[in-house]
Every structure is written in C-alpha cells, then in structure tokens.
C-alpha cells in the first residue's frame, strides 16, 4: 500500500491521519502551524480516501498495516502518531500491533470502544448525487442539503468530489466499500494490550465521541494518558477550535 501524503517543516516526525471521509488535505493549514513548532509533519491519506489507493477491504488492522509500511517506506524513526476520529482508531491499533516503534500517540475525540453506525444519512445523501449527470457542485450541494442541514458538514464531503481526466465529477472516496464496511468502521480495536507510551486523548467539550464513563477504559489500556478536554468544541476539534488543538498538542509533546 503506498499511502498519498503532504510533508512540511523539519524536526521531530509526526504523523497525522484524518477522519472517516476525510483527507490530509483537510490538516494542510494546521499541519504547517504544527510544522512551525519544530515538527516534520506527515499528513496522510488513509485507504480508500483521498488520493491513497483503493481496496476491497477497510478494517483497522489493515489501516494500521499500511501505516506500518508508510513508517516503514519513509524510514521513520518512532514517529508521534495523532489520528482523528477513524484516524484515532487507527493510531490506537497501531499502539496494540507495533509496540515500542512510535514514540507519543494523539488521539483526537475517539474512544477504545465499539460505536453504533450513525453516518447512514451521509452515506445515502452522497450516492443520492448523479455523478454522471452532475452539472455543478452546487447541484452536489442542493441534493446533499436533504440529507445533511450543516453547511460546513457538507462543504466538509464535498471536498471528496473533482473532476476525473474524462472531466466528469468522481468520488475520491471508495464510497462502495466504505458502505459496506460502514459498521466495521464503529468496531473497537483489535487485540488489545496495555499501552505504556505516553498518550493525549483530546476531547471536544460539545462531543459525545469521549464520554466521562469512557474515561476508567482509557485509564486501563492506556496507564501513562491524559485526557484534555477542548472548550467549545465539537468533534471536529482540530477545525473549530485550532489554536486550542495546536496548543493542547504541543504542550503535550514537550
């Protein structure tokens, strides 16, 4: 697997993995902010999003095994590992399969617990979009707007969509399999062990995603972890509140 990535700044290597339809193009501002700091910032394209390739099969092992071969082909020594929601699942797994080979984990509004499938609207609200008809992206976003009421949510999925060679509007996204593999997507990790690295688990104050029950779990797999809870923020913690998100991050790692 040979995962599509954007590189900036130089120092410590960090890797940043965003959410379930998302890209690393959505972490580029706060990725050189970050860079800024005195870190050499990897944001990647998990599979089946973004420009990283397309498969059959969408599980966290297997995402956690294409970081390993990413880490692996960039010659990467203990990286910090932050991951968003999905990316945050990812990061975790990778903690439970290559212990000792990353140095910090950020774990950004998710928890290590299975979660019911809740983005069945944005699903059917994307596949509702005739791509071979599609005129515009604001067409995109009038049909998408019956499905989904935030318009930043929807600018958010609408970044999935371009124009191919043919000049015909596509999905980055493997839509089908992230369809099917939809409650895959909600499972907990795999294989867990107790995680001794230091760990971050940043949490918005508005989101559901890191419940204070959740808190003894996190205490349990993972010893040596703080929890910080970002005021005004949503799950989307990273966009709605970046100065808040960089600082947390940043204090954390020194």
């Known amino acids: ?5 954007r590189q900036v700044g130089t120092g410590r290597p960090m890797i940043i993995l965003h959410g379930l339809f998302g890209s ?4 580029l501002t706060i990725s050189k902010v970050i860079a800024d700091k005195g870190f050499s910032v990897y944001a990647v394209d998990q599979r089946n999003h973004g420009r990283s390739p397309h498969a059959a099969t969408h599980t ?4 956690a095994t294409d970081l390993h071969e990413f880490i692996q082909q960039q010659d990467l020594e203990k990286p910090i590992l932050v991951g968003h929601s999905m990316g945050g699942k990812t990061v975790m797994q990778y903690a439970m399969q290559y212990p000792g080979e990353f140095s910090q984990l ?3 509004d998710i928890a290590p617990r299975p979660y019911p499938v809740h983005h069945a609207e944005i699903i059917a609200g994307l596949k509702a979009i005739p791509l071979a ?3 515009s992206r604001n067409e995109a976003d009038k ?3 019956e499905y989904e009421p935030s318009p930043s949510v929807r600018q958010f999925l609408l970044k999935n969509l371009y124009r191919n060679d043919d000049g015909a509007f596509a999905w980055r996204l493997n839509l ?3 369809e099917q593999n939809i409650e895959i997507i909600g499972h907990d990790v795999a294989n867990p062990r107790i995680v001794t690295e230091p760990t971050l688990f940043m949490r918005g104050e508005k989101s559901g995603y890191v419940r204070d029950k959740d808190l003894p779990t996190i205490q349990h797999i993972f010893p040596n972890s703080i929890v910080d809870t970002i ?4 799950h989307w913690v990273q966009a709605e509140k970046p100065e808040a998100f960089v600082q947390s991050l940043v204090n954390f790692l020194k």
């Open 24 to 27: 690393c193009d959505n972490w």
């Open 133 to 135: 008809t599609l005129e």
């Open 1 to 5: 697997m040979q995962l599509f990535f």
């Open 106 to 108: 950020v774990v950004v």
């Open 143 to 145: 049909i998408l707007s």
């Open 176 to 178: 089908p399999v992230i």
């Open 231 to 234: 005021e005004g923020a949503s």
């Open 60 to 63: 966290y092992p297997e995402l």
